[in-house]
């Protein structure tokens, strides 16, 4: 099977989201964040200071291959800064806040093996005159065909890689009544010693919201936690942004069954929420926010989700997933998995190349990057 590749601007969103989802029910490995949902929601917010590409792999008459490409139409800093394009992203940060993560592209099952090396052999030749090509939280597969096509005709620069971590929900089913039977000792002796201190405040509750007005509801305290902690620390975390607020809105009213809000309450106080999303029989901790304790044996983050295991536990679902990101919270409630990469290929020749690139060894040198979404 021989595919055809074309990339052309995005023009109809609507019929891109309809080759998307058909696509989609075929794919090969599906994500939450290539579902047809998180396009939805994404494309909603487009800048319009965005061009945005669709890459199509067709063969037989049928598509085999989907991917989006954006790139913001200003370099930054302006003339001696970088024009880059983003896979599955829009290129401009305040939008791309959102985070996608086991990003990839979209292949069907019945594509060839060779079907993302392929597709990245067309993206590299029709972007040849762009400076930086970049594919943030890649699977292992796509960064694997990154290497095999890029074929050493440009730098590749790996900016990040980060772990995610999950529970195996089915082993917490086997411990019965104690979903933390596969936590350390010491863990499941903090979070009971928690919950019993909680329960002095009055009777802990675990409520996902069940309307829209509840949502709205718990979004809020959610935000106000977040932003508090966050504060607390100097940093302004990931709440409050004009294009953050408008994807997660937009995800919340027109796929909610995709998305849990959850509130964990001590007597008639929030201690905590969690702001799952919910894909194929996963749930997957995006966002929390946790009421600041001045008793540190008091540790509603571990009580919030070990709460979340249990009842995902007892509802069935396969995985509790804590995304990307090395926390040491992650450590002690969940087993590592995949690991993503996020790579820059950026070209070799020319002045701006040059100056780039020294820049940013120079800022490697000072700081050492690290990315990680904004929990």
């Known amino acids: 099977m021989t595919l055809s590749f074309s990339i052309e601007p995005l023009k109809a969103s609507e019929e891109l989201l309809s080759e998307w989802k058909t696509l989609y029910a075929r794919a090969e490995a599906r994500s939450f964040f290539l579902s047809p949902p998180w396009i939805s929601a994404w494309l909603s917010g487009r800048p319009e200071e965005v061009d945005l590409f669709v890459l199509r792999g067709v063969a ?47 292949v069907s099952v019945s594509a060839p093996e060779t079907a993302r090396r392929d597709a990245l052999n067309a993206l590299f030749e029709y972007f040849s005159s762009e400076d930086d090509l970049l594919f943030r939280n890649v699977r292992h597969e796509l960064a694997a065909a990154i290497e095999i096509a890029n074929e050493g005709r440009r730098a590749v620069h790996i900016l990040n890689r980060q772990p995610t971590f999950g529970v195996d929900l089915g082993a917490a089913r086997i411990g019965g009544d104690d979903a933390l039977t596969g936590l350390s000792s010491s863990a499941r002796s903090q979070i009971r010693r928690s919950i019993r201190r909680y329960e002095e405040r009055g009777v802990l509750t675990f409520r996902i919201a069940g309307s829209a007005a509840e949502r709205e509801d718990v979004w809020k305290k959610l935000s106000e936690l977040h932003l508090a902690s ?15 607020e408008a994807f997660h809105k937009h995800l919340r009213d027109h796929s909610p069954e995709c998305v849990h809000l959850i509130e964990i309450t001590a007597g008639d ?44 536990a007892e509802a069935g679902l396969s995985a509790y997933d804590l995304l990307a990101g090395d926390a040491p919270y992650k450590r002690r409630l969940a087993s590592e998995g995949e690991s993503f990469s ?34």
């Open 60 to 106: 037989g008459g049928e598509m085999r291959v989907l991917g989006l490409l954006g790139s913001s139409v200003r370099r930054s800093p302006p003339v001696i800064g970088t024009r880059a394009v983003h896979l599955n992203e829009f290129g401009v940060p305040s939008f791309d806040a959102v985070y996608i993560e086991y990003n990839d592209l979209l």
């Open 230 to 244: 966050w504060n607390s620390r100097g940093m302004s975390g990931a709440f409050g942004a004009p294009a953050f």
């Open 269 to 312: 106080e929030t201690i905590g929420c969690l702001y799952n999303f919910i894909h194929e029989g996963r749930a997957m901790n995006y966002q929390s926010g946790f009421r600041l304790e001045e008793d540190n044996q008091l540790k509603p983050g571990f009580v919030a989700h070990a709460l979340a295991i249990k009842h995902y």
């Open 342 to 375: 996020t790579l820059v290929l950026e070209r070799r020749d020319g002045v701006r190349a040059l100056a780039r690139h020294a820049a940013r060894r120079l800022k490697a040198a000072l700081t050492p990057a690290a990315e990680t979404r904004q929990t």
